[in-house]
């Protein structure tokens, strides 16, 4: 792959919530406080290593959403790691759109998913309504050169490989892996967006889940791999020494 | 056509699980065994064109092991398989079920990544049942030797399985058991399903001894 400039590198959140306007149709407002903490502490972040913005945002009117939260960080103008998470409230049982997109010099790295909240294996109707939308879009991105090599390998759930709880909180559709080379890299666009609208057009139908036994099932394995990213995810110790103990745990509770 | 002994090799790494006989007809073996509800292994062919192997281990629900599943559709000039130990609770909950049966595979998982015409099952459904550990590939034969290669993962991951199952202990957590056993019908609908969409004249036959 050949190098990247800095001053060339992708602008993540103006090429995939911006120019599209991902969340043109949607009331959306600023997240004051995001499980206690202050999110003005990811905003406008100024720091010697890195600069960022991390915004959050709730549904105006509405406890469907628990947070649409994205951003970006720059490392010492050498390298970016933007991150984008969709997380509906506690009554609904939407999968978790998480997206991890970072970029160096020499590689692209991607991760997008609709993580499901159940065992899948289970629950064939919550594959049906939720996931088989991602199978064209899917099946499409699969094939971007790095997500298959050179030799005809699909290698996707390939960049968590050494993080097996990662792996686990992924659906059956994951975009996870490397792309190679530079002409390439915006090809990725698509799927980090075509899921985005999977999931919001999910959200626009979604219908509170009754209490009883699905619910708390579901909320054992949100709060089980919500709890996992948030204090494996071996990018925290990173971010901590960049930005600080108290936006560290703001950031990382707002993109997992 | 000489089709890669498939049956043959599988079987003789479960003859180290203590087993029953119960049923044998058209080149498919029934087991019965003293932690498994089921082993069966076989293959049955169509003509010059297809060698069709499967072999399946469905765990009682005490013993809380997963369920071993491998297929092998062989032609003349590719192999597609998928072999895998499937988690038979929700692995990403039940930490510790996920550190002794699911990651010591991520050795295995790793290495057979290197094998040519690597890539994720195809059909969806049965890939939700899927481990993070499986193995699947389509694999073109260019040479013998890459039969043999495509036939390593399954009598890798068998041997591995048949360890677990060796040193599997019945619970008696009735709510664990009762998990156990909503995720292994689960998971043979959804074999059962596929082998009804691709092998529709055989698929009575094979879900009836396999599953």
């Known amino acids: 792959m050949s190098r990247v400039k800095f001053e060339d590198m992708i602008n993540f959140i103006e090429e995939v919530v911006e120019r599209p306007n991902l969340f043109g149709g949607l009331d959306l407002e600023p997240l004051e406080t995001y499980q ?11 720091k010697p290593m890195a600069t960022g913005d991390y915004r959050a945002f709730r549904l105006k009117g509405s406890d469907k959403v628990d947070k649409i939260a994205y951003g970006e960080l720059h490392y010492m103008k050498r390298a970016k790691y933007c991150s984008m998470n969709m997380t509906a409230g506690d009554d609904y049982d939407l999968p978790i759109y998480a997206c991890e997109f970072d970029e160096s010099a020499k590689r692209l790295s991607i991760t997008v998913d609709l993580m499901p909240v159940v065992d899948t294996a289970v629950y064939p109707e919550y594959r049906k309504k939720y996931l088989d939308p991602l199978a064209d ?38 975009i996870d892996g490397r792309v190679p080379d530079s002409s390439l890299r915006t090809k990725i666009f698509e799927p980090v967006i075509e899921f985005a609208k999977v999931w919001l057009g999910l ?22 791999l919500q709890k996992y990213f948030r204090e494996l995810d071996p990018g925290g110790e990173v971010l901590k020494k960049v930005v600080g ?11 997992f | 056509m000489a089709w890669t002994p498939y049956t043959d090799k599988m079987t ?28 069966v292994v076989g293959s049955v062919t169509v ?23 491998s297929r092998w559709e062989e032609r003349q000039d590719s192999i597609t398989i998928l072999v895998d130990i499937m988690p038979t609770v929700d692995d990403l909950v039940d930490e510790p079920y996920r550190f002794k049966y699911i990651e010591p595979m991520g ?14 099952e195809e059909d969806d459904d049965l890939r939700a049942a899927c481990s993070i550990i499986y193995t699947g590939a389509k694999i073109p034969i260019e040479k013998d030797g890459m039969r043999l290669a495509a036939l390593a993962p ?21 709510v664990k058991i009762k998990e156990v056993q909503r995720k292994i019908a689960a998971i043979r609908g959804i074999i059962s399903d596929f082998v009804r969409r691709t092998q529709a004249d055989k698929a009575d036959q094979l879900c009836n001894l396999f599953l």
């Open chain 1, 36 to 46: 206690g903490m202050d999110t003005s502490l990811g905003r406008n972040i100024k």
């Open chain 2, 154 to 174: 399954h009598t890798d991951y068998l041997k591995k399985y048949v360890e677990y199952m060796q040193g599997a202990e019945a619970t008696g957590d009735q």
């Open chain 2, 12 to 39: 003789e790494i479960l003859k180290q699980l203590p087993l029953k006989e119960v049923e044998s007809a058209d080149g498919i073996t029934v087991y019965e065994s003293d932690k498994a509800e089921k082993v």
């Open chain 2, 47 to 69: 003509g010059d064109e297809l060698q069709y192997g499967m072999c399946t281990i469905i765990p009682k629900a005490e013993y809380v092991l997963p369920l071993f599943y």
């Open chain 1, 203 to 224: 959200l626009e139908n979604a219908e509170p889940m009754p209490e009883g036994d699905y619910k708390n099932e579901v909320l054992t394995r949100k709060r089980a």
């Open chain 1, 137 to 174: 879009i899917w099946r499409k991105s699969r094939t971007i050169p790095g997500l298959t090599d050179e030799d005809g390998r699909c290698l996707v759930q390939r960049r968590y490989g050494p993080w097996p709880w990662a792996r686990a909180s992924m659906s059956h559709f994951p």
């Open chain 2, 107 to 120: 050795e295995s998982w790793d290495r057979f990544a290197k094998l040519a015409g690597i890539c994720p």
């Open chain 1, 245 to 255: 103990h108290e936006a560290e745990r703001l950031i990382v509770s707002l993109i």
